[in-house]
């Protein structure tokens, strides 16, 4: 069982920037895929970014964050980040993280632990 707990949501100002965090515990992530996804209230699950297992050297980005967002991870830490610049109101929902298959995919389904997720809310 991996455990992951998402930290750093907040409130912040259209243009700013916040960093979240999701730490695991039970298990080393270093093997899984790890993913986050986002949810706007009265809005479907929506996928962020992914970075593939160990080296963490691939990377893939949802298009609505793509050139705004960055996912990295620290395996030695166990964590992985969410660097979020140039935060838009649009981007106001529930942050969550996700463990999976060493490359997983865009989808919900292609992961087997989630996070509870953190608020984030950009204030225009």
């Known amino acids: 069982q991996v455990q992951l707990v998402e930290s750093g949501g907040g409130l912040v100002q259209t243009g700013g920037s916040l960093r979240l965090s999701c730490a695991a515990s039970?298990?080393?992530?270093?093997?899984?895929?790890m993913g986050w996804f986002r949810q706007a209230p009265g809005k479907e699950r929506e996928f962020v970014a992914a970075?593939?297992?160990?080296?963490?050297?691939?990377?893939d980005y949802g298009d609505s964050v793509q050139g705004r967002f960055t996912i990295s991870r620290d395996n030695a830490k166990n964590t992985v980040y969410l660097q979020m610049n140039s935060l838009k109101p649009e981007d106001t929902a529930v942050y969550s993280c996700?463990?999976?298959?060493?490359?997983?995919?865009?989808?919900?389904?292609?992961?087997?632990?989630w996070g509870q997720g953190t608020q984030v809310t950009v204030s225009s």
């Open positions: 039970g298990r080393t992530i270093s093997s899984y895929g």
């Open positions: 970075i593939m297992d160990w080296s963490g050297t691939s990377t």
């Open positions: 996700a463990a999976g298959s060493g490359v997983p995919g865009r989808t919900a389904h292609d992961y087997y632990y």
